[in-house]
């Protein structure tokens, strides 16, 4: 989708055509006669941009709820933008500092842009794609939201005298996602830049950044949602509370390194927890063992055990039924002695694959198990569990 193709959307037969898309759907079948159809009354270029655009707002209904409906996309916008549970996460702890007002440098198609401005700071957004940010501003129309957009590239944007600022530089290359932060665009440099001359700077960067690229003095927020690590957070300056943090969403329950000490080592108790992703990549598994009272079943392995169910955000837990020495035919012996045919497995520690285990095992039966393939002091080790029942 070029710039004058979202233009003629935007203009007044634009919501006709992509009403009449949404209404006629895109599924792969019905699409071809959705085309054809709409053809008749719309120019080609303008439908091609409007199942576009429909296939956009279905793909970004997660991230945004039904705000999507409304909103336009590019793909790489869909893809980059900071899901609203996310943004306002973090536009919240922004607004605590009560910014006077704020540059949110590569606002992309305005995910963050939106929440910051609806948690009430004066945001300006700053991206260098055209067709994005004719996205961003249409975006901020469409929900009726107060923000504005420049085009300008934020390598060169002066951030003289602006109290905070906001960056997210792109973490895709040619349509891959890049996990080398130096690698990012705009270079990492214009973060450090930001975090130098601006008094309350924060950046999201991909969850996979390397401790020790984080410098001292700077707080790293890893954040999940749903049980699936979205992002890192780099707070600067006054914004910066803590070395490191995990915090879940949707509850908001955060975690930070106590000093509680190493969690001890030990067999496997009636109940085993799996970490959060945002605790693992913030090196706070240690944190929550404390807090359980729960032991490591492999001091490199992020999978704790306890006797008795604690019940934590931090961690998922497991009802374990049976430990075992690692053998596939004692493993397919038990599963099928319990009519097993439905199997999750999990894994940390093991080089199982577990679609090639699930093809060996050959399992068929009504009832359902989790398998945990991990190591217990050293050894292969398959727990058999069910999950825990909600606290
Ligand atoms: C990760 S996305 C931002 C997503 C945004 N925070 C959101 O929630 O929608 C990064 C954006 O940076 C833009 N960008 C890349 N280099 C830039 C530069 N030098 N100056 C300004 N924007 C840039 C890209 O076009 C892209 O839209």
Sequence with gaps: MDLAAFQHLRGERGADVLAAVAEHGTSADGLIGTINALRRSYPGDVVAAAVTQVRLRERARPKFGADADVMFFTPDGVEQATRTSVARHRATRLRRHEPARLLDLCCGIGGDLIA??????????????????????????????????????????????????????????????????????????????????VPLAAAKLGPGIPHELVPGGVEAEWVSDSGAVKEATLWFGALATTPRRATVLPSGD?????????????????????????????????????????????????????????????????????????????????LRERGVGRLTVKKRGSAIDPAMLRRALRLSGSEEATVVLTRVAGAPTALICRPAPSP
């Excluded at 107060?146 to 005298?161: F, H, I, P, R």
């Excluded at 927890?273 to 944190?287: C, F, N, Q, S, T």
């Design 116 to 197: 910051l401005a609806r948690a009430g700071i004066a945001v300006t957004g700053v991206e260098l794609d055209p067709l994005t940010v004719e996205v961003a501003r249409a975006n901020l129309q469409a929900l009726g939201v107060d923000a504005t957009v420049q085009c300008a590239d934020a390598e060169s944007t002066d951030l003289e005298g602006w109290p905070a600022a906001f960056c997210d530089p792109a973490r895709r290359g040619s349509g891959r996602r890049i996990f080398d932060p130096r690698a990012y665009s705009p270079a990492i440099d214009v973060v450090w830049r930001m975090a130098d001359q």
């Design 254 to 334: 955060t975690l930070t390194d106590s000093g509680l000490g190493a969690p001890s080592v030990g067999a496997p108790g009636r109940w085993l927890y799996e970490p959060d992703g945002a605790v693992i990549r913030a090196h706070l598994v240690g944190e929550v063992a404390a807090r359980i009272e729960g032991r490591l079943l492999d001091a490199s392995i992020a999978y704790m055990s306890t006797d008795s169910l604690v019940s934590t955000p931090f961690a998922r837990a497991y009802e374990v039924t049976d430990v075992m020495p690692f053998s596939l035919k004692r493993l397919r012996a038990l």
